[in-house]
Antibody, heavy 123, light 107 residues
Framework: EVQLVESGGGLVKPGGSLRLSCASS????????MNWVRQAPGKGLEWVSS????????YYADSVKGRFTISRDSAKNSLYLQMNSLGAEDTAVYYC????????????????WGQGALVTVSS | DIQMTQSPSTLSASVGDRVTITCRAS??????LAWYQQKPGRVPKFLIY???NLESGVPSRFSGSGSGTEFTLTISSLQPDDFATYYC?????????FGQGTRLEIK
């Protein structure tokens, strides 16, 4: 069974930093691209960042480019999101999501999601 | 970025009804579209890929269609478990975008 478990969320002051982690199990982590998707309170889904299976390629939404860094560790079967210069607009539940099995070359949908990590940016 | 627009934003229906949700893309995305279901306080659940292909385990009352810029998600006979918010997502471009969501509520 595919499992994705996020950790590292919490309350941070504006301008601060936070690092999210996502521990995976139940599948071959090195085979799949991984993603972060967020959802602000009461709002819809927003894709944040993606990383290819071998870490060769990374992609970011314009709203986080230059502030967030995605990475992965195949030895630990884990995905990370380093978030810097956080603002109130970054307050959201952050989901770790795996790409699906029927992708369009390098882009894809998300077939498995973690339970989410809440990040609150407030003074 | 490709913009995805869903309609309606809210849909009121009864158990047993047939309902259709529409998703429009700001440019052609071929059939590179997925659908998700999300219940309050829960994780999004993946339903359909490539516009019309049901994920394993998804009930057959769900179906998807469309190509280019216009897509639909249809539930043939609503069940109590189906009342939720539905999102479309394009993966034609790697700058992934979701529709704003359609809340399906009990009439």
């Amino acid at each position: 069974e595919v499992q994705l478990v996020e950790s590292g969320g919490g309350l941070v002051k504006p301008g601060g930093s936070l690092r999210l982690s996502c521990a995976s199990s139940g599948f071959s982590f090195t085979t799949y691209a991984m993603n972060w998707v967020r959802q602000a309170p009461g709002k819809g889904l927003e894709w944040v960042s993606s990383i290819s299976s071998s870490s060769t390629f990374t992609y970011y939404a314009d709203s986080v480019k230059g502030r967030f860094t995605i990475s992965r560790d195949s030895a630990k079967n884990s995905l990370y999101l380093q978030m810097n210069s956080l603002g109130a607009e970054d307050t959201a539940v952050y989901y770790c999501a795996r790409e699906g099995n029927h992708c369009r070359s390098t882009s894809c949908y998300f077939d498995h999601w973690g339970q989410g990590a809440l990040v609150t940016v407030s003074s | 970025d490709i913009q995805m627009t869903q309609s309606p934003s809210t849909l009121s229906a009864s158990v047993g009804d047939r309902v259709t949700i529409t998703c429009r893309a700001s440019q052609s995305i071929s059939t590179w579209l997925a659908w998700y279901q999300q219940k309050p306080g829960r994780v999004p659940k993946f339903l359909i890929y490539e516009a019309s292909n049901l994920e394993s385990g998804v009930p057959s009352r769900f179906s998807g269609s469309g190509s280019g810029t216009e897509f639909t998600l249809t539930i043939s006979s609503l069940q109590p478990d189906d009342f939720a918010t539905y999102y479309c997502q394009q993966y034609y471009s790697h700058s992934y975008t979701f529709g704003q969501g359609t809340r399906l509520e009990i009439k």
